[in-house]
């Protein structure tokens, strides 16, 4: 198959993160490689006699190697994603923008928005972003206020925080005797405040709310946003340093990271400690 035309691209710009030559004014690409780098006319010198287009499309704009995530945690990503963002900052999704809630007046309002949106009495309100140095206090009574009827979860912004309302917990049949067998986590729930953390939340709460909150669904409709949110904003590899052997996590990471359409690189380093916890050999 002969050699594709080259493509010259102009800049106001080019960061090459060379020191020797830190910065151009073209590049030229072929066959999906950079070919030559400097100013216009160095750049059709090298590449001599072979075909070439320019595209001057970044003419007045500074174009920058593209950014690489070494540590992001695509089931986070997603699950995040899928979620009602109420946060402390505007965040701009490829389906809608959340607006920023910066008092607990603020947070609470936001909530009872997001459960009058939805049209099924009995779906969960699922949130993330919470955060008490900005939203003030949260426990059972504050959700209850917000719904009586309606499950609802929220996430702490940093992930390892989890709070419920008294519908949810009466969903989940949570009560004293849930956790009784694992002393462990006796000191990291508080059932009467709606409030699971750390090991109460990923080793005691997490397997019980998972088939409501972490479905196929709604994780592949986080992926999806999670590549668009991506992709705008520069990225062009990530690494995912603590990947763990979730039940059809593999299958959906192929489907949708691996996809040839998907326009990033994704590396996954294997979770050794969950590995070996689940019994697991190497």
């Not at 950014?67 to 995040?80: F, R, V």
């Not at 965040?91 to 809630?101: D, G, I, Q, S, V």
């Not at 719904?147 to 949570?174: D, K, M």
């Amino acid at each position: 198959m002969p050699n594709q035309a080259a493509i010259v691209y102009t800049a106001n710009k080019f960061i090459t993160m060379d020191d020797r030559s830190p910065a151009a004014t073209a590049v030229a690409t072929q066959d999906g490689r950079i070919v030559a780098v400097g100013s216009l006319e160095s750049v059709i010198e090298s590449i001599g006699n072979t075909p070439h287009d320019i595209d001057e499309s970044f003419a007045n704009h500074t174009v920058v190697p593209g950014l690489i995530d070494q540590h992001l945690h695509p089931l986070l990503g997603a699950s995040t994603l899928a979620t009602e963002v109420i946060s402390t900052e505007d965040w701009n999704l490829p389906e809608r923008t959340f607006r920023a809630a910066h008092s607990s007046r603020e947070y609470r309002e936001r909530l009872r928005q997001a459960d009058a949106r939805l049209d099924t009495p009995d779906e969960w309100l699922f949130s993330w972003g919470y955060h008490s140095l900005w939203h003030g206090e949260l426990n059972r009574e504050i959700l209850d206020a917000v719904s009586a009827t309606r499950p609802i979860g929220v996430w702490q912004r940093s992930c390892h925080e989890f709070y419920l309302n008294s519908a949810a917990i009466e969903l989940l049949g949570i009560d004293e005797s849930t956790f009784s067998g694992h002393p462990e986590h006796a000191s990291t729930v508080d059932i009467g405040e709606g409030h699971f953390w750390e090991n109460g939340f990923f080793a005691g709460l997490l397997p019980l709310i998972s088939p409501h909150f972490l479905t196929p669904e709604r994780l592949a409709r986080g992926l999806r946003q999670l590549v668009v949110y991506l992709h705008a904003n520069g990225v062009t590899a990530v690494n995912e340093p603590g990947y763990s052997n979730v039940p059809g996590l593999w299958e959906l990471y192929q489907a949708i990271l691996a996809d040839d359409d998907t326009p990033f690189y994704t590396y996954l380093l294997v979770d050794a400690r969950s590995q070996v916890q689940a019994g697991i050999s190497a």
